[in-house]
Nanobody, 128 residues
């Protein structure tokens, strides 16, 4: 069974940084995608960044470009999300997600419903 566990969240001041970690197990690293989502209170869950095995590249949401970086260790595990220049609008629960058998679909066109595996989330709180 695919298991994802996030960690690294916490409380940080405006302009600060955090590095989130996602440990992945059980995933078939062939036709797959890994993504970071976040969900703020009362808001829709949104994708922050994603990686897929089709083009082996990372895509970012507009809100993340220039501030967040998604990267991996050896063998595509664990994955990380470096959060920089944080603002209160970045306060949310951050989730790691994975999808298998994406075939010819790039992760940039996937939605939350397309990811079958989710971690428990890690809280990021940015103080104002």
């Amino acid at each position: 069974e695919v298991l994802l566990v996030e960690s690294g969240g916490g409380l940080v001041q405006v302009g600060g940084s955090l590095k989130l970690d996602c440990a992945v197990s059980g995933l078939t690293f062939e036709d797959y995608a890994v993504a970071w989502f976040r969900q703020a209170p009362g808001k829709e869950r949104e994708m922050v960044s994603c990686f897929d095995s089709l083009d082996s590249s990372v895509d970012y949401a507009d809100a993340a470009k220039g501030r967040f970086t998604m990267f991996d260790d050896r063998d595509k595990n664990p994955w990380h999300l470096a959060l920089n220049s944080l603002t209160p609008e970045d306060t949310a629960i951050y989730y790691c997600a994975a999808a298998e058998d994406i075939r010819t679909v790039f992760c940039r066109v996937l939605d939350a419903d397309d990811y079958g595996y989710w971690g428990q989330g890690t809280q990021v709180t940015v103080s104002s």
